[in-house]
């Protein structure tokens, strides 16, 4: 059997196989997309009169007309096509709906399958509901024009656009009897975001791997301008996704049943081919690189609406990718147009008496859990799972004396990471853009290689760490390892991702979209189950870049996290190995959330015993009673910390404190989880005022050294009665090819600099101290010049260790 790019059916021995499609079923499925066509308009001009049963009036119409028809009729299009397949063959099918603000061509099928009416059950199958479904549309205090969660079957809402693909791509992972169909607007396929994710195809394994099918539709045009993919040449967008590994099938055309045919033989060939592949594999149990079919759909923009408005063309033009006309309530002409457009899809036809889609349409859709509307694939948390994690405490570092030994941080991590791995060989991945030996994770290559389904040569063998079957997911794009990372979790598994600290911020917007995602599925939709959390690992920090210099020096993404709701956004900064390894588990455990860890891969002083770490990180933030002075006592000043560099450089300062200035109290703290600096009122997970006042005492300098900007810890903190009193110290973008000490003094994070600020902090040691500052100005000056003349720390810096 030959495919021939510039037909549509599919040739056999010299004859075009017949359409495998009746007259009947054509007939059939073309008017139950014209029942979603309706739908889609009421929904963006109707507030009543749904089955437009007396004659449309300007009361019936919305005062604001928002919503986007021009994508919606080829959404539903698709939609119909696949449920026609999914009956056929009994197939498990989820779909995406890549392009922006798409809504009604998803929500109309949703609502014709029932599934909406079974959820929000004002919504019923009738003339009632219908009025209630239309009306809540791009409506006040209800619903947007994006597949929001609250839309049923939606798993991803397209509120920015770019991440359909990658996420359909990770939907897929360990889900061998799923197919994702990720419809991709060509206004979307120009983002970068999209455009690295089409290399996901070489990252599927058909034995154990479901499949996406990748449906492009080019309609034309974006808001008010034409799109790249439509406007090049045929065999230039063929040449295209051939060479991204795929077999492109085309299917184009306008008029309705032409076009039924063409999409229902394409499918049957791309899913018939899927399946193959995927038996030939799983019967050899020898996976390789198939070329994945993909799908180009080429129709108008606006399908089947309004062909030109007052000598304008607006079907197949950038006009109707909104509203098409909006002037209905003040202009009788185009009231009378809108009618005309609805009753063009004759709902007498499709809804009885009552409102309800008529019986023999109503039988075309799925049933049950098998309509994609209702599978539980789209509602991951139904069919999440709690990971088998081994104890954590069995992966610690043995620490005898704090603060006197030094260890790499994620090296225990990475031999954690890797048992869970072990126990959860079908619901866990790790993700990380080509850095997981340079994060000191390695350790999970002993029982799960890197994925990797392009070609192998003979060198990988030696120390490549790839194979068919790895479970680790490794590509230098932290949009595309992010995006499969959702697609996971939102299907109900779990994940791992970490990246280099500075490159965190390539997917801030991604970060934005999932959490406000989970913002409104944890908070507003109760029928949303839960997932589990998404956990990033930020290391190769800001503090410990000895050669890449500046342009690897930004720790400013948690400042991004914590701009969203601390009920679905955690922030942890460790300050040893003992204490990331508690963090993790609590990380992995945990479920609508997104939880970022920021730890430093280098070696670091280790100050608590697994012990001391589990009840540290229980609480958040605590004194530390073997570096503070003022037992008993009301202290002089409080030295706080908060990240790995910023705890020792603290803990120095404080060294040097107690044997110049015995008699000084001073209290130290250490904060784990950022959220608890914010007072109880805005931070559901505990902490409160007056467990904050009994740490950070409000008539006494508090001097804060912070990994981060600074500022971010007065945003935190600032309703605090001890806020008056807090200076905190933290980077201030100074630094290039630095020495970690240099580093630190050019931003005055140093403990010279601690110890300087509380001298000038505490009034007693003004004049008592001012010996001592003057030697901390000096071992500035000589630490800077070693540093520049050597190229090391002096060896008392590189090897100091905590003397209490």
């Known amino acids: 059997m030959q495919y021939f790019s510039n037909l549509v059916y599919v040739q056999e021995k010299g004859g075009i196989m017949e359409n495998p499609i009746t007259n009947k079923e054509l007939e059939l499925m073309n008017a139950y997309w014209r029942a979603c066509n309706y739908l889609s308009v009421g929904m963006i001009y109707l507030k009543e009169n749904p089955l437009l049963r007396e004659t449309l009036k300007t009361e019936h119409i919305k005062y604001r007309l928002l919503g986007h028809w021009g994508t919606s009729p080829a959404l539903s299009f698709v939609w119909i096509h696949l449920n026609r397949m999914i009956v056929k063959h009994d197939l498990d099918v989820i779909f995406v709906a890549g392009p922006g603000h798409g809504a009604p061509g998803v929500l109309g099928p949703a609502y014709l399958e029932g599934t909406y009416s079974e959820i929000y059950t004002d919504k019923s199958e009738d003339a009632e509901g219908m009025q209630k479904f239309f009306k809540q549309f791009s409506f006040p205090g209800h619903i947007g024009s994006h597949v929001t969660p609250e839309t049923p079957g939606s798993i991803h809402e397209g509120g920015e656009l770019g991440y359909s693909l990658s996420h359909a791509y990770g939907m897929a992972l360990d889900n061998p009897d799923l197919i994702v169909a990720c419809v991709v607007g060509d206004g979307e396929a120009e983002t970068g975001p999209l455009a690295t994710a089409w290399h996901s195809n070489k990252f599927i394994n058909p034995v154990r791997d479901g499949a996406v099918l990748p449906i492009l539709n080019l309609n034309g045009y974006k808001i008010a301008n034409p799109t790249i993919l439509a406007r090049?040449?045929?065999?230039?967008?063929?040449?295209?996704?051939?060479?991204?590994?795929?077999?492109?099938y085309f299917v184009e055309g306008s008029d309705p049943a032409e076009m039924h045919k063409k999409m229902a033989a394409t499918l049957e060939e791309a899913i018939g081919e899927i399946r193959a592949q995927q038996k030939k594999a799983r019967d050899s149990k020898t996976p390789s690189r198939p070329r994945w079919p993909m799908i180009v759909l080429r129709s108008p923009k606006g399908w089947t609406g309004p062909k030109e408005i007052k000598g304008h063309k607006v079907e197949g033009s950038w006009r109707s990718h909104q509203v098409p006309f909006a002037d209905v309530r003040d202009n009788p002409e185009n009231l009378k147009l809108l009618e005309g457009w609805m009753r063009s899809y004759k709902p007498e036809e499709l809804f009885d008496a009552d409102g309800k889609l008529v019986p023999e349409l109503k039988a075309l859709a799925p049933r049950g859990n098998r309509r994609m509307s209702a599978n539980p694939h789209a509602n991951g948390g139904l069919l999440r799972k709690e990971l088998k994690l081994p104890d954590f405490r069995k992966y610690a570092v043995e620490v005898s004396s704090r603060g006197t030994m030094q260890y790499e941080n994620t090296k225990p991590l990475g031999e954690y990471l890797r048992d869970v791995m072990k126990n959860n060989m079908t619901s866990f991945r790790v993700f990380g853009p080509d850095e997981t030996a340079s994060n000191r994770l390695q350790a999970i290559y002993e029982v799960s290689k890197k994925t990797w389904m392009a070609d192998m040569l003979p060198e990988d063998a030696d120390g490549g760490e790839i194979a068919r079957d790895g479970r680790v997911m490794e590509m230098l794009s932290e949009h595309t390892l992010i995006g499969w990372l959702e697609g996971y979790l939102l299907t109900g598994r779990h994940g791992f991702f970490h990246t280099y600290e500075a490159f965190a911020h390539v997917i801030d917007s991604m970060f934005n979209q999932h959490a406000k995602w989970l913002d409104i599925c944890k908070n507003h939709v109760p029928w949303r189950a839960s997932v589990a959390s998404e956990n990033i690992l930020l290391s190769s920090t800001v503090w410990r870049q000895d050669h890449n210099g500046f342009s690897h020096q930004d720790p400013g993404f948690i400042d991004l996290v914590t701009n969203k709701s601390p009920s679905v956004t955690r922030i942890y900064l460790p300050p040893d190995a003992n204490t990331l390894l508690a963090v993790a588990d609590q990380c992995l455990r945990s479920t609508n959330c997104i939880n970022v860890i920021v730890a430093d891969k280098q070696k670091h002083l280790q100050f608590t015993t697994i012990d001391e770490a589990i009840i540290h990180c229980a609480k958040g933030l605590g004194i530390w009673a073997r570096a503070s002075t003022d037992a008993g006592e009301e202290p002089d000043v409080v030295l706080a910390s908060c990240g790995d560099v910023a705890t020792m450089e603290a803990l120095a300062a404080a060294a040097i404190l107690r044997e110049r200035v015995p008699d000084l109290k001073l209290r130290f703290v250490n904060v784990v989880d950022l959220f608890k600096l914010q007072p109880a009122s805005e931070h559901p997970h505990?902490?409160?005022?007056?467990?904050?006042?009994?740490?950070?005492?409000?008539?006494?300098?508090?001097?804060?050294?912070?990994?981060?900007?600074?500022?971010?810890?007065?945003?935190?903190?600032?309703?605090?009665?001890?806020?008056?009193?807090?200076?905190?110290?933290?980077?201030?973008?100074?630094?290039n090819i630095n020495t970690p000490l240099e580093l630190a003094m050019l931003n005055e994070t140093s403990r010279f600099h601690l110890v300087i600020d509380i001298i000038d902090r505490v009034p007693k040691l003004r004049t008592k101290a001012a010996h001592l500052k003057e030697q901390m100005k000096n071992a500035i000056i000589d630490n800077l010049r070693y540093a520049h003349e050597e190229g090391i720390d002096r060896p008392e810096i590189v090897n100091w260790t905590w003397p209490y």
């Open 686 to 735: 505990g902490s409160t005022e007056r467990e904050f006042d009994s740490l950070f005492t409000t008539d006494k300098p508090i001097i804060f050294n912070f990994h981060g900007y600074p500022w971010l810890i007065h945003k935190l903190s600032y309703r605090f009665k001890g806020h008056d009193h807090l200076h905190v110290r933290g980077y201030k973008e100074k630094g």
């Open 232 to 248: 090049i040449t045929h065999q230039e967008l063929e040449a295209l996704f051939a060479g991204y590994g795929y077999k492109p």
